[in-house]
């Protein structure tokens, strides 16, 4: 499965089987799959709780291939650390309100990634790896345990990200996320009169 079928595949249907061969991508390929993340981009964004930010190709194409990466990893028994690091880069561009959502289109599956590649033989540097991304993309990784003392400005900056942040947090219950005194009223908001129904239990910290 090349990168092109994998990425429409999972937005299509969320699961997707991968092949271990890590060479290059073709550059045919990488431009089909930027075609069909800003398509996916446009119908993803009417349903954000606002205006979306513009869709950023660089930061849509590079989490598909990092997506990709870690899932073929995940699948192999005991992936190179080499490997690893060789594929699994950071993102080489600024982090801003289009970058997040734009890159989010993929990196929203970080979490399933992260839980799947538990019990693999080489856990330790594929999970750190991929707890490392977490922590820079919290927009796209509630629910991974991760430390909550970096929230771009971005996120409570834009009223559409900041919005849907809110409701990640809400969903996976993720009350790590309200340390952070930017996100505690988005949320508080977002439950509105409904706390007992959205988030039963739910503590203020």
Not at 147 to 172: E, F, K, M, N, S
Request: with cysteine.
């Amino acid at each position: 499965m090349n990168l092109a079928i994998f990425i429409t595949t999972l937005l299509q249907d969320g699961k997707v089987t991968v092949d271990t061969d890590l060479s290059p991508f073709p550059g045919g390929v990488l431009q089909e799959t930027a075609h069909i993340l800003q398509s996916y981009y446009y119908n993803d964004a009417q349903e954000m709780p606002g205006k979306a930010p513009a869709f950023h190709p660089d930061a849509a194409l590079w989490s598909a291939c990092y997506i990709y990466r870690a899932a073929q990893l995940s699948a192999i028994a005991t992936p190179p650390a080499a490997d690893v690091h060789r594929l699994l880069t950071p993102y080489p561009g600024n982090i801003n309100a289009e970058t997040i959502y734009s890159a989010d289109l993929c990196l929203r599956y970080l979490p399933d990634l992260t839980g799947l590649s538990k019990g693999n033989a080489a856990e330790d540097i594929l999970i750190t790896q991929l707890r490392e991304t977490a922590a820079l993309w919290p927009f796209s990784s509630t629910g991974i345990k991760i430390p909550t003392t970096y929230i771009p400005d971005a996120i409570w900056q834009h009223p559409a990200l900041l919005a849907a942040y809110a409701d990640r947090i809400i969903v996976t219950r993720d009350s790590a996320r309200l340390r952070h005194p930017k996100i505690l009223p988005a949320v508080l908001k977002a439950l509105g009169n409904y706390q007992e129904i959205l988030w039963p239990g739910f503590v203020r910290p």
